[in-house]
C-alpha cells in the first residue's frame, strides 16, 4: 500500500474523531451491488476482504479505505437494443417514438440489463492526521477525493474541511522557482515540467527528463508562459509532479528511501498495511510540513 497521488485538505475548525468511530464507518460499510443496483460506495477494510476491522491507527493518524463498485454496460449494447425497440414500437404503432419515451425505454433497458452486467471494482486510500489537522487522499481526481470526503462526511455528520491551497496562485511559485533556478529547501528540480501560456490559445510547452533550467526553457519563461506543472523531489526520500491545483501525482519512494526501508519476511496482511502506513504517514506528514512553509 503506497499513495501514489496526494490530495490535502485542511479542517477549517478542530477536529477530532468521535468516540463510536468505528460503528459510524461500519453503517457505511461497502455491500456488493445488488441485481438493481448501478453502483455502491462504502468503507471497506484495510487489511482484505476478509477482515471486518474498517480502519487502522498509528498514533494520532486513522487510515481508511473506500470500496466503489460499479455495473459495466456498455453503450453500444444499451442503444443497439434501445434502436431496435424504438424501430419496433414505430412499426407496430406506426408513429415516432418522442425524446421523452425514448429515454424511459431506455432507463428500463439498463433496469433490464443490469443483473447481466459486469462489475468494476476500484479503492480509494486515505488517512486523517489529527496532529495536523489534515486529510491526505489518494486520488488522481478532484472529484474521486470529493467522493472519498462525502462518504466520511456521511459516515461521522461534519467534516469542516477544505483543499489545502496558498493565497497566490500556485503557478505564480513554481514560475519564481524556475526563473530562479532555486527551490526552498528541501525541495530539489526533478526532470518534468509544462509551461502554458497565460492566453486561452497560448502554446503548451512539456518536458520529460530534461534539465529544466536550460537556457530555452528559460526563454519560454521570460516569454511569459507560467509553470503549471512541475517535477520535484523532497528530500531525496519522494519524487513527485506537483500541479496548480496542489494535487502531487506519480508519488514514488527514491532507492534511497526504499534502501533504508524495513522489509519483514513473510509478512501477514496486517504486518504489512502496518509497516506501509508508518513509512507513508511519516514520510507524508513531513512532506506536507515542508510544502506549507514552501508556499507560505
Not at 520535484?232 to 500541479?243: R, Y
Request: overall charge negative; some cysteine; proline content about 5%.
Amino acid at each position: 500500500m503506497w499513495f501514489k497521488n496526494l490530495r490535502f485538505y485542511q479542517f477549517s475548525e478542530t477536529f477530532s474523531l468521535p468516540d463510536d468511530f468505528s460503528e459510524q464507518l461500519a453503517e457505511h460499510s461497502f455491500h456488493p451491488c445488488s441485481r438493481s443496483d448501478q453502483s455502491s460506495f462504502g468503507w471497506s477494510s484495510p487489511f482484505g476482504a476478509d477482515n471486518e476491522v474498517l480502519t487502522h491507527s498509528l498514533g494520532n493518524c486513522w487510515l481508511l479505505c473506500a470500496k466503489r463498485e460499479e455495473k459495466v454496460l456498455p453503450s453500444t449494447v444499451v442503444n443497439a437494443q434501445l434502436d431496435e425497440k424504438v424501430r419496433q414500437i414505430s412499426e407496430a404503432e406506426g408513429r415516432s417514438v418522442p425524446r421523452k419515451e425514448k429515454q424511459n425505454l431506455k432507463e428500463d433497458l439498463i433496469h433490464q440489463l443490469l443483473p447481466q452486467a459486469f462489475s468494476r471494482f476500484r479503492q480509494s486510500w486515505g488517512y486523517i492526521d489529527l496532529d495536523r489537522q489534515i486529510i491526505a487522499i489518494d486520488e488522481s481526481a478532484a472529484n474521486k477525493a470529493e467522493d472519498f470526503l462525502g462518504l466520511l462526511r456521511s459516515s461521522v455528520g461534519s467534516l469542516p474541511v477544505r483543499p489545502v491551497s496558498p493565497s497566490d496562485a500556485v503557478e505564480t511559485y513554481l514560475t519564481a522557482w524556475l526563473q530562479s533556478a532555486e527551490l526552498p529547501n528541501p525541495f530539489e528540480f526533478g526532470d518534468e515540467a509544462e509551461l502554458r501560456s497565460p492566453q486561452a490559445d497560448g502554446g503548451i510547452i512539456r518536458c520529460k527528463q530534461e534539465d529544466l533550467t536550460r537556457e530555452d526553457i528559460q526563454a519560454h519563461l521570460a516569454g511569459g508562459k507560467q509553470v503549471t506543472r512541475l517535477g520535484l523531489v523532497w528530500q531525496e526520500n519522494l519524487e513527485f509532479i506537483i500541479e496548480s491545483d496542489m494535487a502531487l501525482k506519480r508519488v514514488k519512494p527514491t532507492d534511497r528511501l526504499l534502501d533504508a526501508k524495513d522489509d519483514l519476511v513473510d509478512p501477514s496482511p496486517e504486518e504489512k498495511i502496518d509497516a506501509d502506513f508508518a513509512l507513508v504517514s511519516a514520510e507524508v506528514g513531513l512532506l506536507f510540513d515542508d510544502l506549507k512553509k514552501a508556499f507560505g
